[in-house]
């Protein structure tokens, strides 16, 4: 059964471009995700279309109000027989990472809220979110973008959804490394030279290469990603059960 994910937003014309082109257009044709656009805006019920209100307590800019996003979200839910999981956008949200793109790509379906003007108003938080997710530490002035993100990032891990899955596997990320450096011709460009065990023919002398650059990248680029890794490469992974002891040592 492909997974289904319903983006409620009150810009949908945003994703058409996004949705409708490369490996998530794609997934899309080959049946391997299906994919709604909502607009909260549908939801209201005054002759204004209002969806947003001045903050209690005052102060700058504008709130989400809860009425149009809970009749949306429940609107939505009711279109399907399986439950969504709901997930608002926001920065006080989980950051989004590779672990947590994986977790999302296991679910059967996910409802995504974009936000708009200073936030929603928290009652939705509390009552209609399963949970929040942020794409990084700074402000953007919606939560389609990263709406757009979370949806790249889980379909190209969807059964059927790129050509090659062995290519997902070997990714960044996925082993909590970095990627080791990529080339292709030409083996000189403006006197720069492809490294030479890349055009040796020796896969092991190319894996082992390739893994050592992704150590020392990540060591030097992101020690906090080579904490992690250090750590999980010490602590007995369940398919080492058979005491032959870890994979490659850092
Ligand atoms: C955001 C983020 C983000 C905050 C107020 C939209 C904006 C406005 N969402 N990761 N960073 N959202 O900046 O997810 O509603």
Same mark, same amino acid.
């Given at each position: 059964m492909a997974m289904r994910i319903d983006i409620l937003t009150l810009f949908p014309e945003m994703f058409d471009p996004v949705l409708s082109t490369s490996i998530v257009g794609r997934a899309a044709q080959a049946g391997a995700v299906e994919i709604h656009l909502t607009n909260i805006r549908d939801f209201t019920r005054d002759n204004y279309r209002k969806v947003d209100d001045a903050p209690f307590g005052g102060g700058p800019g504008m709130v989400m109000m809860c009425q149009p996003v809970f009749?949306?979200?429940? @609107?939505?839910?009711?279109?399907?027989?399986?439950? @969504?999981?709901?997930?608002?956008?926001?920065?006080? @949200?989980?950051?989004?990472?590779?672990?947590?793109?994986?977790?999302?790509?296991?679910?059967?379906?996910?409802?995504?809220?974009?936000?708009?003007?200073?936030?929603?108003?928290?009652?939705?938080?509390?009552?209609?979110?399963d949970m929040e997710v942020s794409l990084g530490d700074f402000v953007l002035s919606g939560g389609e973008i990263p709406a757009m993100a979370v949806v790249e990032a889980v379909v190209r891990l969807l059964p059927g959804a790129v050509g090659e899955p062995d290519s997902i596997k070997e990714e960044s990320f996925s082993m909590g490394l970095l990627e080791y450096p990529q080339y292709t011709r030409p083996r000189e460009f403006r006197g720069m030279e492809v490294p030479d065990v890349l055009v040796s023919g020796d896969h092991g002398r190319i894996d082992a290469w390739r893994i050592e650059q992704a150590q020392q990248r990540t060591r030097s680029r992101r020690p906090d990603l080579w904490q992690e890794y250090v750590k999980n490469s010490q602590s007995p992974r369940p398919e080492d059960a058979d005491g032959d002891g870890p994979g490659e040592t850092p």
């Open positions: 009749d949306a979200v429940e @609107g939505v839910q009711a279109q399907a027989p399986e439950r @969504g999981t709901v997930v608002l956008l926001s920065p006080q @949200g989980r950051r989004l990472d590779q672990p947590l793109v994986e977790e999302l790509a296991e679910l059967e379906r996910l409802i995504l809220v974009a936000g708009r003007y200073e936030g929603f108003d928290d009652r939705i938080r509390q009552s209609l979110a």
